[in-house]
Structure formats: C-alpha cells, structure tokens
C-alpha cells in the first residue's frame, strides 16, 4: 500500500483494526468521494485484539455463551442479551455478504468457517440451568433450531473429544447450534484494509503514532509521529474516529471533550492453550462454551474451540485472564497509570473498593501453575496429552471504568460509544462481544455522528441495499429473520 501524506482529510480513523476498517469501509460505500485516512501504530494492520490469535474468533450469536442468558433468582432465564447479538451478527453477516458480492473483495472461506457452537455444563444445578435455557432460547426464531442432550452416546458423537474418559456416572448435558462460526477476524480487517487501498481518496499509513489532539474551527488537528524516522506531521480532519482498542481511552483523554471525563481503564490481560497436533484436532470440530468459575468474570468463560486460521485448523483452549497495567498487548507498564486523572480517579477507587473479589481472581489465575491450567483444560478434554498444548498470550481488554451516582464508579463488561455532542470526534471503549457486532456498533456511530448524511435520501437507499433487514426487525419478524440469514449464509459459504 502506499504511503501519501494527505494533511487533510474528511475522517482520520485511530487504529487499523477491525472497528476502523469497518467504519471506513463503510462510509467509502456511503460516500465515495470522503477523502480518509487510517494511521495506524504499527507495521501492519490486525497486530493487536483483531489479530487471530488474540481473539477466540467466535462469531458471538448467543448461541453458546452461557453469560448472555442469566438466570434469575426464580430460575427463568432471560434471553434478550443473547437475542440482541443474535441480531447484530446477522447485521455483520448481511455486511460482510454484499462485500463478497464484489469480485475486489476477496472470498469468505478467508475469514469465515461454519463450526458448530456447543454448550457444556456439569452438576445437576447446571444441567437445569441449560435445559431451561433451552427451553427458553427455542421459542424465538433466532435459535429454534438449537439441540438439547442429557445423552452421552450423542455427546459423543457432537464432541468426541470431550466425551473420551469422562466419568461415566458424571450429570451433563449439552447444546449444538450447527450454524455457529469461526472467525478469522484478522483476515478479514486485512481483506477490508486492502479493499479501501483500491479505491481513491484513501490512505492507509504504518508506523504513524497520533500523539496529540486539539479541536480546530472545522474539527480536529491531530498530531502525528513515524515511530520508525522520528518525524512528526499533522492532519486535520472534519471527522476523527479513536478505534485504537485498548489505546482509545488515553486519545479521548486527549481529546479533552466533556464526554470522555470520567472514564477509566481497568486492564484484563489473557492466555490460552493451544493444540496443532492433527490427530488430537481432527476429534474436535465444536466451539464448546462452559460456565465460568464462581466469581470469575464474564470474559473468563472457559471454552474449547475449533479454529480455523490461514487455512490450518488448531484447538484453542481458554482464555485463563491475569491482570497487568498495559493497555495494549504491544504498550507500556505505564499504560494504566498515565490514564489517571482527577476526574476518574474517584469512579477508578470505587472499582477496586468494590471489586476486589475480581483483584483477587485475576491475581489467582496469573499465579497458576502449568499443571494448574492443564487442570481446567481436564474438565473439558480427560485424556489430554500435556506434549499436544503451548501457553500463547492473548490480546488485551481493558473493561471500562465509569462514573455511578450510587456507587461512585463502576465496571462495565461491555463496549461503549462515547462521541462528542458535535458529532466531530468519537472513540470506541471496552471489549465485548467486540469484533462480530463491530458493524451494528459503527452503523449506531454512522447515526449518531453522520445524522444529517444518514437522514439524506442518497446514504438511506445505500444503507437499505447493503442491509436488508436490521437488528429490531430481525427480532420481530420471523419468516424476514430466516429468508435473510438464508441469503447471507449463502453469499458467505456458509450453508
Ligand atoms: C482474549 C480475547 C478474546 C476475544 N474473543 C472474541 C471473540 O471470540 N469474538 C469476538 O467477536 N470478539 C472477541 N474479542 C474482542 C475483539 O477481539 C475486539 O473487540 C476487536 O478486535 C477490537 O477491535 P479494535 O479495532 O477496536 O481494536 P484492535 O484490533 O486492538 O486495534 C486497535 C489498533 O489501534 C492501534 N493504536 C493504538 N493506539 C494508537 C495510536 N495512538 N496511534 C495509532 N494507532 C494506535 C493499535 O496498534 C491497534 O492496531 C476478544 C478479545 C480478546 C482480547
């Protein structure tokens, strides 16, 4: 791709990772006159979260995640969390389609692969548990086609490896989805990234650090360093998007807009084991999502997955979560003390005052032994081979921190749009379920930010044509609901 400098631009995209490649995409294909830049850090795009291998590349549908369906004290089970993902990977699905309708873009067999998504629990509280929870999830459309088992012999043939030296007398029971997926989520912000390079008024620049951002009279000027010469240059920008991941909460700060006060970062940093041996992976094409440990959070659902990536497919086992200060996989110690400030350091106090239950599961889990984690891996797969599995680092989340009027400060699990009233800047804060409803999340920043373009009549028929159906409808309408998802599954060789 080549590098030209083009000191002003209509949007500067932060960050050349998933959410970035998304937006600017999208906007190229709502205008395609908007002259954009993305400046990323380092040498290539995907080298943080969107990588493969620092995400699980799930397509999160809430088909197999137990936490997007909790139970209440009664024992209901509520499933509005998971039929809003299901909707919004339905939206990224409709996306990504029309994409692989043009001959620029690349084929979906890249970076998405039909794998089933299986639940797994143990203990006769989990087994009722899952069984009202699909007794619940089958009466919306999204997921009527799910399967319930308390059987081993169809365990074992849904997840053989599993299944191999398990206690015969252990209570379990699982759930198939065979329409989950696996997702190469880095392939494809590198097929996005090399789309946007082919068309006009687009750059994408590496090794460019923004290090400063101040509001000008028709938006921003940004501050930028090549980390590789030293030299420093500036763009000025109508638009300016933070998609920078872990590294969006210290360029709102930047910013100084009254939105991002408050804000605070609280790092989550993970591990996996992972298997290439092809004998052991040939006997798992699942992604099996169990329960969490108590007190353990959401993030930290343990799973065993089938990954499909450059096309080899391994085992991917975890994520076992540790605390640390950084909030990039590639950044400083530093990180998190730099982000304090005197408007968040109240909401950031009230976190550790009343987390301090998540401190200590963190620290537990970073102390763990090989032997340890093996352990947890044991519960889902008996007979393992310690020889088969390599320790690998994940990417970063960093969980957000914000104000409460009750408490002080809380910690949310989920992402966060913070975008200035104006319209002219917006960063993307937290971590999930992140990269497969990135295009729900940019459609709702197109709205908010773009409002008058969005309303005009040019921008609507193209949102119209791109995306069939959005995520309320997809809720409510049933027979719309699978003719959709039957034409997506079809554009991305699925079906
Ligand atoms: C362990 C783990 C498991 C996950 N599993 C899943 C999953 O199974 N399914 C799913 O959908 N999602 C998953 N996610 C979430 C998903 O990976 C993220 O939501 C998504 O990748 C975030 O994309 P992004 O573009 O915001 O950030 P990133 O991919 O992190 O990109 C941000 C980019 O900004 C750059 N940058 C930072 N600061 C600057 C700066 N000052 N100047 C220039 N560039 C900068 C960085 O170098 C980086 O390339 C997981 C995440 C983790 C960590």
Known sequence: MTQVNHETVDVLLVGAGIMSATLAVLLKELDPTLKLEIAELRSSGAIESSNPWNNAGTGHAGLCELNYTPQAADGSVDIKKAVQINTQFEVSKQFWSYLCGKSAFGSPK???????????????????????????????????????????????????????????NERIAATRSLNGTDVNFGALTNQLLQYLAQQGGTTVSYSQKVTGLKRTADGWSAEVKNTKSGEQREIKAKFVFLGAGGGALPLLQMSGIPEGKGFGGFPVSGQWLRCDNPEVVKQHQAKVYSQAEVGAPPMSVPHLDTRVVDGKTSLLFGPYAGFTTKFLKYGSFLDLPLSVRPSNIGPMLAVARDNFDLTRYLIKEVLQSPEQRLESLRKF????????????????????????????????????????????????????????????????????????????????????????????????????????????????QLA
């Open 381 to 492: 797969y008996p007979n393992l081979n310690p020889a088969d599995w390599r320790l690998e680092i994940a990417g970063q989340r960093v969980q957000i921190i914000k104000k409460d009027a009750k408490k002080g400060g809380i910690l949310q699990f989920g992402t966060e749009l913070v975008a200035a009233e104006d319209g002219t800047i917006a960063a993307l804060l937290g971590a999930s379920p992140g990269a497969s409803v990135t295009v729900s999340i940019m459609l709702n920043l197109i709205e908010r930010c773009f409002a008058a373009q969005a309303g005009s009549d040019a921008w609507a028929a193209k949102l119209k044509e791109i995306f069939p159906a959005r995520e309320k409808v997809l809720e409510e309408d049933a027979a719309l609901y699978r003719s959709v998802s039957e034409q997506s599954d079809k554009a991305l």
């Open 110 to 168: 890249n970076f998405i692969n039909p794998v089933p998504h299986l639940s797994f629990v143990r203990g006769e509280k989990d087994v009722v548990f899952l069984k009202t929870r699909h007794a619940a999830l089958t009466q919306h459309h999204a997921f009527a086609s799910m399967e319930y088992t308390e059987d081993k012999a169809a365990m074992a043939e849904w997840m053989p490896l599993m299944m191999q030296g398990r206690d015969a």
